[in-house]
């Protein structure tokens, strides 16, 4: 292996709902190295009484990124890919420019829009063209919303672009469609490869505004020389990442074999099995998971579940009074009373209340349990709820995976709650190994990597990740006491 192999270095910008990070990963001699250059805030803007996102201040942030990338490191990266959180897109005129801030999924303007939709067509149907867990944000019903209400900014455009698909554009002035998102809009249909024409038409949406799809590690063009000279940069190759920061993430999963389950842990919860082709039958809508795309031809068959929101949004709610950080809430927790009460963390009420401990105490007392009083007691309930929510997930995955599941792969941010990973081996009863942390950056670089020839293949890549950053195993523990609880999460949310 020469030299130019040994050593090479790419650059991630993965955006997440609640924050953004530039990181250079070095690949040298079969180890990956990474490091932090910037990290910046994200989140939702509510203008005239709808959620939005500044993508123009994430686009000053980003290039801040390349700057400072241009200043402390001494070779110009390889290569610089974009992930991002899922759904949402933006808005193009025929010129070229971007017609107003994009929507965030958690806007209210999507309520109802799934039932009015499946009057157009059926529930079954969309299942069976998509493949795509049902959730009233998912791309398509923000679209049905557009339709609906006749908005001049969608009858205006000319073109779609998915969140990670316009920071391509933006840095290259090249539009395109990465696949692994492309899969999530539940407006691509996985048996012909292609957005799905019926859905179109029911949606009176034209499909020449939409983008060709490309798959990840495609090369979508070079940095713009306007911001290759701002920024004191070359211009670069921007490169298809698996573009869906799940995406990214599951690729970057320290996992050999096929007898393992994930979970991608951070805002959302994302639980799942890497497939090869989609699961389309009807026990898996029945349990409504989503076959979302993967790398290198897999599928990611999982469902999304509503994950650290619950407890993010409790520390907002406790901030002004208490101040409280994520580290003394778990300790907080962990010192609490066992099982006061059980929540559905994907209810409805949870998807974005105003006052979270408030909704979590509502839904307790309509439920019919003890209502958690102090901070402690309600973050408790919350990470114990998510853990078995797990085990739900799990169980119902084992009855549609034909291999067994004998581990359970924590990745991304979530993989350092140690009381939460603790809790998710004790509920599953299954070994739990957390790590990497930074996994969608990590699985960013790699497809990076792989896309100009450093690696050749998907397990090169996983054997690479799990050679260069450290795991935590955790055993399950109180088995008893928390089949107990499973038992009683169920009856609470009505399931067999």
């Not at 990070?21 to 803007?45: A, D, H, S, W, Y």
């Not at 698996?242 to 979970?263: L, N, Q, R």
């Not at 050749?456 to 088995?479: A, D």
Request: proline share 5%; charged share 20%; net charge negative.
């Amino acid at each position: 292996m020469d030299e130019s192999v040994k050593k090479s270095h790419f650059l991630a910008f993965d955006i997440g709902a609640e924050s953004g990070r530039t990181i250079l990963g070095t690949l040298k001699n079969q180890r990956l190295q990474i490091k932090e250059l910037t990290r910046f805030p994200n989140g939702m803007v509510n203008i005239l009484g709808h959620l939005h996102w500044n993508i123009f201040r994430l686009f000053e942030e980003m290039k801040n990124g390349l700057k400072v990338c241009a200043s402390d490191f001494t070779s110009h990266p390889d290569g610089i890919a974009f992930d991002t959180w899922g759904v949402d897109f933006g808005l193009l005129a025929q010129d070229g420019s971007i017609l107003g801030l994009p929507f965030a999924y958690r806007d209210s303007r999507t309520q109802g829009m799934m039932d009015e939709f499946f009057k157009r067509i059926p529930r079954e149907r969309v299942y069976q063209l998509t493949g795509i867990q049902m959730m009233p944000f998912n791309s398509i019903y923000q679209l049905y919303s557009m339709v609906r209400d006749k908005s001049p900014l969608l009858e205006a455009a000319s073109d779609i672009l998915f969140m990670p698909d316009l920071f391509n554009y933006l840095f290259t002035g090249e539009k395109a469609s990465e696949f692994t998102f492309a899969t999530t809009t539940q407006l691509y249909n996985p048996t012909i490869g292609e957005w799905d024409d019926e859905l179109l038409g029911a949606l009176e949406l034209s499909k020449s505004k939409l983008q060709e799809i490309v798959f990840p590690r495609t090369v979508i063009g070079e940095l713009q020389k306007d911001i290759a000279d701002e920024t004191g940069l070359t211009r670069v190759p921007v490169i298809a990442c698996a573009s869906h920061d799940t995406g990214s993430a599951i690729a970057a999963a320290p996992a050999d074999g096929k007898e393992w389950a994930y979970i991608s842990s951070g805002t959302w919860s994302l639980m799942g099995v890497e497939i090869d082709k989609p699961n389309l039958s009807e026990q898996a809508m029945s349990f409504n998971f989503t076959n979302e795309g993967g790398v290198e031809g897999t599928f990611r068959f999982l469902k999304n579940i509503m994950g650290l929101w619950l407890v993010q949004q409790c520390k907002k709610a406790w901030d002004k009074e208490y101040g409280y950080s994520y580290a003394e809430l778990a300790a907080m927790a962990e010192a609490a009373k066992p099982f006061i009460a059980i929540v559905d963390p994907d209810d409805g009420e949870f998807l974005n209340p105003p006052d979270m401990p408030e909704a979590i105490r509502q839904y307790c007392g309509k439920t019919g349990q003890s209502i958690p009083a102090f901070p402690a007691e309600i973050a408790r309930c919350a990470f114990e709820s998510l853990a078995l929510k797990y085990r739900l997930v799990l169980d119902q995955l084992r009855e549609v995976y034909p291999n067994p599941i004998k581990i359970i792969h924590v990745i991304g941010g979530g993989a350092k709650n140690e009381f939460l990973n603790q809790f998710t081996a004790n509920a599953t009863g299954l070994p739990v190994v957390a790590g990497p942390a930074e996994a969608t950056a990590i699985g960013n670089i790699m497809i990076q990597a792989l896309a100009l020839g450093h690696v050749t293949s998907l397990s090169e890549i996983r054997r690479i990740i799990r050679h260069s950053f450290p795991m935590v195993r955790y055993e399950p523990q109180q088995v008893e006491q928390w089949d107990a609880a499973y038992v009683r999460f169920k009856e609470i949310l009505q399931v067999g």
